[in-house]
RNA sequence: GCGCCUGUAGCUCAGCAGGAUAGAGCAACUGACUUCUAAUCAGUGGGUCGGGGGUUCGAAUCCUCCCAGGCGCGCCA
């Protein structure tokens, strides 16, 4: 739909060029009017012509007007100029119809775009420190992270999901401290908790589970001769207990990069190195120092410190260069908006060696609040007291966990009422969407005892001109725009324009399914339909398949 | 103090890479189940888009100042 009349409009100014005498095509925006009765689609590009042509916006949509009116008659109903100098056009029948048919005949794969070219695409999400077990908010970042890849990829680009491990440095060694002081303390023999060391029961049933399988075996052991067996231990506790929480959330990454790695290979000290010779490391205080400020960052920031131990940044420096050197055309970093800090700091990395900062996102995810009752759940990470993901899944589940954390922007705050999600109401916005899937599900059911199969709706056997109902040929310009809300959404790297487009489209075939029998006593009409059922079935299963969300035939 | 995010209907939020008369759900009120799943539908009311200035054919959207809330500002991660 878009494409069609996109290419038209190319087409036409290309003619229209030399009259004017003008050097290049502007960038041909079309968008879907906010008001059905203005047509089906609309471009504004008389409009973005005005000030180069130096011409009134409305004469000049007039004469792209007459002109596609030349050359393509059969795909409009009409065309128009309207307001300030829109050009409206309006689709036939025959090609919405055509077009349904495309969808029923090919599928899901009729839903995918190549806007992306094939350019490769890195996501870092999650990339939750491997000493806790992943919290609510975590969650959010990897809905969001893991629905952006999905869409990505529908839209054409090529997507690797990468999870970075912190397991370098201070808050590893915690971990183990934590988990030693645990073990120490089930023997009997106490050992001094340390004082920022991570205090939830996981880490007691870590040491227990120590305890159950070595025994006493490091009763006599101060921490410097058995922590690394205990850090080790621990940390792959954590790490696996982060895979499998992500793998039952839906997410499944295509590569881990531990950040030990990065040192053990050298890679961290050459990135450092590098930025040496290009004269941008210097000595102060016993520590080194990268002229980040040079670049828009703050200040200056210490990579290697007084101690002589390096810095989290020295180890992103060389972390996001590397992404960069894998050959990504872009790399997508999703945090928690509370290191929206860091972002100067990176973007000054990238500058410094001279990779073009357009090349790196950051999307940053808001707090979720977590209410029960309408009352906030008390959480304090120091405590060791907070919900996870793990938690949350199990009571709500991970499909309406996924939805919710889809309903909003990142960008803003989310208020997570479990009650609510819990609940199958009209507030919850779930169950419509998958409500719709499995009232679809059921009508071929029910179809099929009367020898009318799924297939058939696909076949193209349906006569498609008997849709003449305006409900229903609003929800085959609602299913031709949903390739354009995939754009949108990968463009913006804003997955919840596919929730809400979701939400409209079912809204539509309920009221649909509402006021119109669909299987009845007219079997041509019934299969019409049927197809057109089964259209929306397929959008919205592939919707929800964006989402990680399941669509069920049943509910 | 500096920086980032947010401010749209009573509540929770959409509003797409400036566009046309600013939308949805909930809540409130009216109605619809002997009919393909009522986890649904039809309808009513509800707005100074935080405030002021600016940019232009045109601003909720961009710029600027102010106000309010959140979050950051370590040789922590």
Not at 236 to 252: C, N, Q, T
Not at 277 to 305: H, I, P, Q
Not at 384 to 397: P, S, Y
Request: negative net charge.
């Amino acid at each position: 739909m878009k494409q069609d009349t996109v290419e038209i409009i190319r087409n036409v100014l290309e003619d229209l060029k030399n009259r004017w005498g003008l050097e290049d095509i502007p960038g041909i925006e079309v968008e879907i009017p906010r008001n059905g009765g203005m047509g089906d689609i609309a471009t504004t590009v008389a409009m973005r012509l005005a000030k180069p042509l130096g011409k009134p916006p409305r004469e000049i949509a007039a004469e792209i007007v007459e002109k596609i009116k030349e050359q393509e008659a059969d795909l409009f109903e009409s065309v128009e100029t309207a307001g300030p100098g829109f050009i409206n056009f309006r689709f036939r029948g025959e090609f919405l119809c055509r077009s349904l048919a495309e969808l029923l005949r090919k599928g899901r794969p009729a839903l995918r775009t190549d806007t992306g070219k094939g350019r490769r695409i890195q996501v870092e999400f999650v990339s939750a420190n491997p000493t806790g077990p992943l919290h609510v908010g975590h969650g959010r970042g990897a809905a969001v992270g893991d629905a952006l890849c999905n869409i990505l990829k529908a839209a054409g680009f090529d997507v690797q999901k990468e999870f970075y491990i912190n397991d370098a440095g201070l808050q590893v060694r915690l971990l183990g401290e934590s988990v030693f002081a645990r073990y120490r303390q089930i023997l009997g023999t106490g050992a001094p908790f340390p004082e920022d060391g991570y205090r939830g029961a996981y880490i007691e049933s870590i040491a227990k589970e120590i305890h159950d399988r070595y025994g006493d075996r490091y009763r006599e052991r101060t921490f410097e001769e058995c922590g690394e067996f205990f850090t080790e231990y621990a940390y792959r506790m954590m790490l696996s207990g982060i895979e499998r929480d992500l793998r039952d959330f839906g997410v499944v990454f295509d590569r881990w990069q531990s950040e030990r790695e990065l040192h053990l290979q050298g890679k961290v000290r050459e990135a450092l190195e590098e930025l040496r010779s290009k004269g941008l490391l210097y000595e102060k205080n016993g520590a080194t120092w990268f002229r980040s400020s040079r670049f828009g960052d703050d200040k200056d920031r210490v990579v290697v410190k007084q101690d002589g131990e390096y810095t989290y940044f020295a180890s992103d420096i060389c972390y996001h260069k590397y992404k960069l050197e894998r050959g990504f055309d872009t790399i997508i970093d999703i945090w928690g908006a509370d290191h929206h800090g860091y972002v100067p700091r990176i973007r000054s990395v990238l500058e410094a060696f001279d990779l073009p900062r357009d090349k790196f996102r950051v999307i940053l995810i808001q707090m979720v609040s977590l209410l029960r009752h309408g009352e906030p759940v008390q959480m304090s990470k120091r405590a060791g007291e907070f919900i996870t993901l793990r938690e949350v899944m199990d009571e709500v589940g991970a499909d309406i966990t996924r939805f919710i954390f889809l309903t909003r922007r990142a960008d803003s705050h989310l208020d997570f009422d479990l009650d609510i999600a819990k609940e199958q109401s009209a507030e919850n916005p779930v169950f419509y969407v998958q409500y719709a899937f499995a009232r679809i599900s059921s009508l071929f059911r029910q179809a099929s005892e009367r020898g009318i199969r799924i297939e058939d709706a696909e076949a193209g056997a349906a006569d498609l001109k008997m849709l003449a109902e305006h409900e229903e040929t609003s929800i085959i310009k609602k299913l031709l725009q949903y390739i354009m809300v995939v754009e949108s959404a990968a463009h913006a790297c804003e997955p919840h324009r596919i929730t809400y487009y979701l939400q409209e489209l079912a809204g539509m075939f309920h009221a649909y399914y509402y006021k119109y029998r669909i299987i009845s006593g007219d079997d041509r009409l019934t299969r019409a339909r049927l197809a057109l059922c089964r259209g929306v079935q397929i959008v919205l299963e592939d919707g929800l398949g964006l989402l990680g969300v399941s669509a069920p035939e049943k509910m």
